[in-house]
């Protein structure tokens, strides 16, 4: 019959850990929001005058900064 000392017992529960640390991490891109409640890098803005970032989930061309309340157009790239 086969022995098993502290050491191997120790060494093969450390891999065990990894190896589910790694299988969930593995599919944690599965977990996020999917279709419509996804956010795009198009509706991040960020405010030139405060640098406060702002969420814009409608789309809309013309946002207002909550914290400084200046007028931000969307930027048209050519």
């Known amino acids: 019959m086969m022995g ?3 050491a191997m ?3 093969i529960y450390m891999s065990m850990v990894l190896v589910a640390i ?3 991490w593995w ?3 599965d977990n996020g929001p999917r279709g419509e409640d ?3 890098a198009a509706q991040i803005r960020q405010c030139p ?5 702002i969420i814009n989930p409608a789309k809309l061309e ?7 309340q200046s007028y931000m157009e969307e930027e048209r790239h050519a």
């Open 62 to 68: 013309i946002i207002r900064c909550p914290v400084c």
């Open 38 to 40: 996804a956010v795009t």
């Open 49 to 53: 005058y405060c640098a406060h970032v």
């Open 4 to 6: 098993i000392d502290m």
């Open 27 to 29: 599919r944690s891109p």
């Open 9 to 11: 017992a120790a060494a």
């Open 22 to 24: 790694g299988a969930m």
